[in-house]
C-alpha cells in the first residue's frame, strides 16, 4: 500500500508508526514522505507524478500520529 504523507516529521518515526497497522492490515505500508515546502513547489511544477496524484482518486487525511 503506498502512503504519500505531506509534512514535518522524522522518516524514521513515520516507518515506526506504520509498523502495528502493517501488522494489522498484512500488507507493508510503503510511505514518501515531502516536506510541507518541499510538495508547494513541486505543485508549482508540471511534475506528472503531482499531476497524477491530484487527480486520482485518494483519501485525504489530515492529523497527527497519537
Known amino acids: 500500500m503506498d502512503l504519500m504523507v505531506i509534512g514535518d516529521v522524522d522518516f524514521e518515526q ?4 506504520l509498523y ?3 501488522e ?4 507493508e505500508i ?4 515531502y ?14 507524478f503531482v499531476r497524477n496524484v491530484l487527480k ?4 485525504d487525511l489530515i ?3 497519537l
Open 63 to 65: 492529523g497527527q500520529a
Open 56 to 59: 486520482s482518486p485518494r483519501i
Open 20 to 22: 502495528p497497522a502493517q
Open 35 to 48: 516536506r510541507s515546502e518541499e510538495w508547494r513547489a513541486l505543485s508549482r511544477t508540471d511534475d506528472g
Open 14 to 17: 513515520l516507518s515506526l508508526t
Open 24 to 27: 494489522a492490515l498484512g500488507r
Open 30 to 33: 510503503n510511505p514518501k514522505l
